[in-house]
């Protein structure tokens, strides 16, 4: 879709960065002002320089490698996991779990909740079972499929469907609840059937919040995993910490949560860029 | 010909409180090509019956009639157009203004020669492919009463649609639909809060009661057109003025009272 120079008028005002200089107090201490994009990357650095600088120094003066590795002892074990220990096959079975787990959840919830929120009589069946099931944790399913299932694959992604399918049911529910009427019924009156209404009106208005629902969603499916991995599991990362603490290997059980992190972010800035790209319309984009 | 016909329309809800009364038999007639105005008190129940008329609610009693058939079912016959834009935020201004042709099924050429007309006579040049999120409150209306004029409807129904405007962009929009008016002269019923406007716009007014909402006046302006800026400082301008007002005054007076009485 080709823009009109037009289309850079002012967006909302707090995300102006004002280009005349205001001096320290009003530029940094007023609420919900914006500050210089400089500053924005600075502190976004510093913050990381911040805490791995007080790891270090905390490493210096603990000197016990054992319990607190410095951050450079943690890189070189990353490597030695990767290249000695087949540390990547773990990524792999923890990534091929979570995935598998997320879309089954996210195939069965988009669906159900986009339901839900539009009519009335699906909301009144499935909301009160859906509603107190949500406020079970998921970790104590895991004894229970344990039983159910074995240990095998199955047993891990039906875990993490449970975390992730209840909270997003309810999650899309409400989004496409949120729907304003007078959207529907200006199609209405524009001559549109029920059905044109419910795929052309109805089903685009969710689909931003919805992939932002998605997004928040995912980021618990990797708790659940873990959880799930400490429990039992042959492969994951989750298991490959379980059996560095029996070896009391602190480093090896930081570089794989320091993994988790960034296979967490990897996933949460893809869904940030394609949000942006399939959705370029929205007029605030969540940080 | 394009009529619309509201007889004898009562609309109660129930609510927690009982049963609400928000209109009580109301018979009104808009005759093709007619510019009818609605004004009256806040809660009088103006937007019910407008969505009574457009058939997206089903009135308690009484019947809404289009040429004479009673039609109880939404559709293009009756375009609408609300305070809050509701354009839709995934479609670009042309897409938007082409969504009643599409649904149609009205072919491409014909949908783009629409869409460029309208486009045009509401001032949106240049915007044809922004999205709504560029635009300012005052291009999104236009652009939201050129959706409505794109799907042809017989009668438009239009509920405050410049309520949300500041006075000076209203004052703008209010002599531009008067053109269009003249140019396509549709049917029209016309909501609003604003007497003024009322007046600059309505070849009639009928002044509701507050809730539970009737017609309590209907009048005439007698206004030639067409009309403009000057339209505003005429002495005939204040007298009609000076005549809803009194009768507004006392309704929105009943309206507090009530409230009070009730509390
Ligand atoms: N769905 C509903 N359920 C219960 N009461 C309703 C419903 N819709 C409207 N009402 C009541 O009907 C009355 C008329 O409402 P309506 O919105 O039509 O008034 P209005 O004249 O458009 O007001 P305003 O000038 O504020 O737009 C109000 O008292 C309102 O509380
Ligand atoms: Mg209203």
């Known amino acids: ?25 009003r530029t940094y201490l007023t609420p919900k002002q914006a500050i210089p ?34 951050p450079y002892q943690v890189v070189l074990t990353w490597w030695d996991m990767m290249v000695n220990l087949g540390f990547y096959n773990d990524v792999g079975w923890s990534t091929f779990r979570i995935v598998a787990g997320f879309l089954l959840a996210a195939a069965a919830a988009v669906p159900l909740g986009l339901l839900m929120g539009s009519f009335e009589a699906v909301r009144s069946f499935f909301n009160p079972p859906i509603n107190a099931i949500r406020y079970m ?20 992604i039906t875990i993490i469907w449970i975390g992730v399918f209840f909270q997003l049911v309810l ?3 409400d989004i496409a609840h949120r729907v304003p009427d007078e959207m529907l019924n200006v199609a209405y009156t524009l001559g549109a059937s029920r059905w044109t209404v419910f795929y052309k009106v109805f089903l685009p208005a969710t689909f931003p919040e919805v992939v932002d629902a998605l997004r928040i969603t995912m980021g618990w499916a990797w708790t659940y995993l873990i959880v799930a991995e400490l429990v039992a599991a042959e492969h994951g990362i989750g298991s490959f910490i379980l059996i560095a603490e029996r070896y009391l290997r602190a480093d090896r059980i930081i570089a794989a949560i320091i993994t988790i992190g960034i296979l967490g972010l990897i996933t949460d800035t893809l869904f940030a860029i394609a949000h942006r790209l399939a959705f370029p319309y929205v007029e605030k984009v969540r940080a | ?24 038999r109301i018979s009104l007639t808009v005759p093709d090509g007619q510019f009818a105005c609605i004004v009256g008190p806040s809660g009088c129940g103006k937007s019910t019956l407008l969505m009574v008329a457009a058939g997206l609610i089903t009135p308690t009693e009484g019947e809404v009639l289009v040429n004479g058939k009673p039609n109880f079912e939404p559709g293009a016959d009756r375009g609408m157009v609300f305070q809050s834009y509701s354009l839709y935020p995934w479609l670009s201004v042309r897409r938007n203004i082409e969504f009643g042709p599409e649904i149609k099924k009205v072919p491409a050429a014909d949908r783009r020669k629409t869409s460029d007309e309208l486009i045009h006579l509401m001032k949106l040049d240049g915007f044809a492919d922004a999205y709504p999120k560029v635009l300012s409150g005052g291009m999104k209306q236009r652009a939201a009463i050129a959706r409505a004029l794109a799907g042809d409807p017989e009668v438009l129904l ?21 053109d269009i008016w003249q140019r396509y002269r549709k049917t029209v019923l016309f909501v609003t809060h604003d007497i003024e406007e009322a007046i600059f716009l309505g070849d009639v007014i009928y002044v509701m009661t507050s809730r539970p909402g009737r017609i309590r006046t209907t009048l005439a302006v007698d206004i030639p057109r067409p009309r403009t800026f000057d339209t505003l400082t005429g ?27 009730r509390a």
Do not use: Y
């Open chain 1, 137 to 156: 944790p998921a970790s104590a399913f895991i004894p229970l499929l344990i039983l159910l299932q074995g240990l095998g694959e199955d047993e891990k």
């Open chain 2, 158 to 178: 239009m509920d405050e649609p410049f309520g949300a405007l500041d006075a000076q962009t209203r004052q703008i929009m209010q002599e531009l639909l008067t």
């Open chain 1, 37 to 70: 994009g400089r500053a924005r990357l600075i502190l976004a650095i510093g913050s990381f320089v911040f805490v791995i600088g007080v790891w270090w120094v905390l490493a210096v003066l603990v000197q016990n490698p054992l319990f607190v590795p410095s």
């Open chain 1, 1 to 25: 879709m080709s823009r009109v120079p037009a289309a850079r008028v002012a967006p909302a005002p707090s995300a102006v960065t004002p280009l005349r200089r205001r001096g320290f107090i």
């Open chain 2, 235 to 261: 002495p005939r301008f204040a007298e009609l003025r000076n005549q809803v007002v009194g009768v507004i005054h006392e309704e929105s007076l009943k309206a507090v009272e009530s409230e009070l009485a």
């Open chain 2, 1 to 24: 010909m394009s009529e619309i016909e509201i007889t004898d329309v009562a609309m109660r809800f129930r609510s927690r409180h009982g049963e609400v009364t928000a209109l009580e």
């Open chain 1, 171 to 173: 999650m899309v529910m």
